[in-house]
C-alpha cells in the first residue's frame, strides 16, 4: 500500500521573465517501509518536489496542479492549519545541513520537545519522548545530549538529533534533502545504517534525495531519476544499476568509474547541458544531449511508458539503442 | 585514445551567451526607483547651488530695506529673512556651502578612512592592530561632541569644518573598508593570485580593491547625508558657517525667532536639508541594491 | 618530483595547538599521480598548501624539484611558481568575479613575462582551448559559465605557467556527478599530452582509483597506508583504509548488497588533541593495548611497493 503518493505533481516559480516551470508533472508512489531515493542533476527540481510535499515551498514558488496523497488523503485540499499538524506529525524532513535546521540558542532536548507540545504532546510525557527519541538514534547518554547546543555537538551528532526530531512524532513519511552530503563517509555510513533500521522498525516511507549513485545503491529500494523537471526512469535499484531503460540513467550510471576495472580508459561522458527551464524545447527535453535520439525525439515530449521492471519517460527502448561504446 | 580531447567543448557552452557584463553601475542606479529618485533630488539640489554661484537670481547678502520678513512674492520667490534678504538666494548658497563641506569632508575621510581600512586589513600584524586601537578611541567620543570639540580647537570656516567632519568619520571608513578586505584576502582567487606569483601591490589593487568598492560605495552616499546634517547642526550651534554668510543650519538657527509670523524663512531651508539627506539615503539605496552580488550575479 | 619529509605544519588557536599536518611523508616521481585521501579535516588541504608555498611547515622538509619549499624566497620562489601550481575546489571562489576569463589568464602571461599583447592573446586562446574550452569563453565574466567551464578555467590557469607538477584540491568534488567524468577525462589527457605530475587530494575513492598511480592514506595529519592504486584500493591493510573502503557506497547494489554491515563507530577526533598512541586507536576494531600507549611506525610491508603504519600489520 502506497503511503506517500504523487500524482502529476507541477510546480512553478515566479522570475522576471514570468513564472518557470520547476517541477513538470511528476507521479511517483512510496510504499510503508520502501526507500526511494531521488536523483538527478543540480536544478532538477528535486527540492522542489520535496518542498512541495511539505508545503514549504520558498516565496514566490507555488504547486500549480497535480495530488500529494498521504494514506490516501490529499494534502494540497487542506486547509492551512490542517496542513501544519500533518507536517512533522505524517511528514518530517530532514535537511543537508543540520544546523540550519537547529536554533542555536535553545538545547536540543527543549527543541525536540518543543516540536512534540505543537502538535499536542505535553509536561513528562514529552520530556520521557523527547529522552527516548534521543536514545533511538544511537546517541548515548540521552540527557546530556538533551542539555546541550547544537554547536557543542559534531556534525554527525547533529544529524542525529536532527533525525530524532523528525521521527519524535512517528510520522509515516521521512524526506531526506541531501542530508549526508556535508558528513564525513564513515559518519555518513553510520547516519545511512541508522535511517535503514529505523525505516524497519517504523514501517517508514522515506524518500531520499542525493547526488551520490553510490548512497543509492546502498539504501534505495527503489531509485526516481529526474532530469529538467520531470521523471525521466523510476525503477526497482537493481534493474535500474543493472539495465537502465532511459538514455539518461545509463549515461549517468555509465560516468562513475567502476571501481572493478583493473583498467582504466576515459570515463563516458555526457557533455552539453541540462536545457534552460524557460525556454524547454518542444521535444524531449534530454534530445540535445542524447546519444540515442532518433528524429522523432526532438517533435514531441515523451510520457512515461513502462519497460522491463521501468517507468521510462523515452520513446526508444534499450534494444534499439546504439551499442554501449557510443551512449557517452 | 588517450591523446583526443574530450569533445565537450562547444556543447556546453550555454546556446544564447547572454550579454558579455552587466550594464554601467550609474544605470545600474537609474534602474532601482529608489536610486533614481535619489538622483532626481540630488540633482536638482546640485543644479541650484550652481545657479547660486553665478548669482542668477539675487545677491545673498543684499540687504533689501523695502521689504524685511517678507512673504514669498513675484519679486522674491521664497520670501526674506530679518535682514530683508532674499531667502531663495540664501537657501541656493546655503546648498552650496552644505555640499561642499559634506563633499570635501567625505572625501577625505573615504581617502584616508578606505586607505587605512585597507591597507591594515590586508596587511594585518602591527599596522592592523594600531590602526585598530585608532579608530577605537574615536569611536569611543560622541560623534557631535567630537566635531563641535574639533571645530572649536581648529577655529572657524568651512573648510576647518569639512575636517572636522573627517575626522570623525574616518573610522567609520576604516571599519568598512576594514570588514570586506579581511574576506576577499582570504578568498580562494586571492589565494590563486599568491600562488601564481603575483606581488602584494597587484593583489590589493587589482584583485582586493575592485571587490571591496561596493560597500565603501554605499557607505559615501550615506555619510554625505550625515555630513550634512552635521554641517546644519554645527552652523545652528553657531560654531560651523559664520554670518553674514548663508547657511542652512544658521538660517533654520535664526527662523526661531520670527517662524510663528514668518514661516517660509524656517520652511525653505529646513526642507532643503531634508531633501538632501533623503536624496541621499536614497541614493545610497540604489548603490547597494545596484552593487549586491545577488544581482551582479544573475 | 616531490619529496616531502616529516613535513608537519601546526596552528595555534584559542583551543590549543592543532596538529592540521604533524609528520607527513611522502615522495612522487616526475610523471606519477599520488592521490590522498581521507577524511575532512585530515589535512588534506593543508599538505597542498604547504606545497604551493601558501603556507609554511613548521617542521620537516619539502622538496619539489630541488627547491626547498620551506625558505624559498626572491627568484627561487619564482622558479617555484613556475613548477608546482594549485587548483582549487570551488571553481567559482577561485575565479575573481569582476574579470573577464582572458583578462584572468593574460594577467598570469604578464606577470612572469610570458608573454604580452598579441602573443598573450594567442597563448589565452591555446590555454582555453588546451583545456576544451572556446576562445569565446575569454569574453565571459566567471558568473556566465558552468561549474565545468569554470572549472576548465582554473585549470587553465594553472597552466599558464607551463607548471610540472599540478596539485589537485577536491577538483571534481562541487562538480555535478554527470560533468565529473569531462573534467576526469580531462585530467587524464592533459597529463599525458604535458607529461605533468600530480598530486590530486579527494574523498571519492572511486575517483582517484580512476587516476591515480599510487594513493596514500591520511588520518589525524598522518599518513596511515601508501601504495599502489589496486593495492590500496582493492587490497587495504590498514584498519582505518579497510573502514574508509566499507564505508565508501559504490554505484552498484550488488556490491552494497554484499557488504558486511559493519560500521566505524565512534566521531574522528579533533586534531587539537589527538589520542595517544596509534591515532585510530578509540576507532579501530582490532585495537590492543599496546596501541592505546606506542605510535606505530609507517613501515615497509612484504608485498612491495607498499607503507602501513600499524601495529597488528
Ligand atoms: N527562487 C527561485 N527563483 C527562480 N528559480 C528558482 C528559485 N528557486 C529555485 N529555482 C530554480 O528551480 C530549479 C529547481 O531547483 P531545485 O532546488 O528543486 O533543484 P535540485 O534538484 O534540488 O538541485 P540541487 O541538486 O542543486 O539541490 C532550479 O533550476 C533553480 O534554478
Ligand atoms: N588557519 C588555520 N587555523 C587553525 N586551524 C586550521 C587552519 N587551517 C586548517 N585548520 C585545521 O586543520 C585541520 C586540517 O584542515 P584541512 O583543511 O587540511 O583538512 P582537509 O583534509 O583538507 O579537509 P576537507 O576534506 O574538509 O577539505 C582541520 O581540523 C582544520 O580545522
Ligand atoms: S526520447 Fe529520444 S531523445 Fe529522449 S531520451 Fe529517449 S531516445 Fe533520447
Ligand atoms: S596500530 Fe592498533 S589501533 Fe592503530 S590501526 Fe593498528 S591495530 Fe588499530
Ligand atoms: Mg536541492
Ligand atoms: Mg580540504
Redesign the interface.
Known sequence: MSVLEIVDLHAVVATDGGELPVVRGISLSIDAGEIVGLVG??GSGKSFTALSVLGLLPDGARVSGGRILVDGEDLLSLRAAERRTRRGGTVAMIYQDPMTALNPLMTVGAQIAEGLRAHGVDGAEAKKRTLAAIEEVGLPRPERIARSYPHRL?G??RQRVVIASALALRPKVLIADEPTTAL???????I??LVDELRVAHDLAVLWIT????????IANRVAVMYAGRIAEAAP??SL?AAPQHPYSA???A????????V?G????????PP?LT?LPPGCPFEP?CAQREPGCAATEPDPVHRGDADTACFVPRERWTTAEEAG | M?QEM???AA??V???PRTAGQPSLPRRILADRNGLIGVVLIGALALIALASLVHLGQDPLAQHQSGQLAGPSGAHWLGTDQFGRDIAARVAAGIFASLRVALVSVALATVIGGLLGVLSGFAGGILDAVVGRLTDVLFAFPATLLALALVAALGHGWFNTAVAIAVVYTPIFVRVARGPVLTVRESEYVRAGRVLGFSRSRLLFRHVLPNVSAPIAVQVALALSWAILTEAGLSFLGLGTQPPNPSLGLMVADSRNFFPDAWWTLLFPALAVVVAVVGLNLIGDGLRNALDPRTVRR | MIEVTEAARHYRTSDGVVRAVDGVSFVVAEGETLGLVG??GCGKSTTAKLLVALERPTAGTILVDGIDVATARGAELRRLRRTIQLVFQDPYASLNPRRRIAATLAEVLAVHDLARGAAATRRVGELLEMVGLPASVGERYPHQL?GGQRQRVGIARALAVEPRVLVLDEPVSAL???V???V??LL??LRASLGLTYLFIS?DL??V???CDRIAVMYLGKVVEAGGW?QV??DPLHPYTR??H???????????SG?S?R???G??PDPAAPPPGCRFHPRCPIAEDRCRTTEPPLLAQPDGDRLVACHLV
Open positions: 542533476e543540480s559534531s554527525g551528532q564525513d563517509v564513515t559518519i555518513q555510513q553510520q545511512l545504517a547526488h551520490d549513485l553510490g548512497v543509492v545503491a546502498r535499484t537493481r544499476f549515461a549517468l550510471l560516468s562513475i568509474p567502476s571501481p572493478t576495472d583493473t582504466r576515459p570515463l563516458p561522458q555526457i557533455g552539453g547541458a534552460d525556454a544531449r | 588517450t574530450p569533445p565537450a556543447a556546453v550555454p546556446a544564447a | 577524511e575532512s558552468s555535478d556527478v554527470s565529473r567524468a569531462e576526469m577525462n587524464v589527457s574523498h572511486g575517483m582509483r580512476h587516476l589496486r584500493s582493492d573502514s574508509l566499507d564505508a565508501v557506497p559504490v554505484a552498484d547494489p550488488t556490491v552494497e557488504r554491515g560500521t566505524l563507530t566521531e574522528v
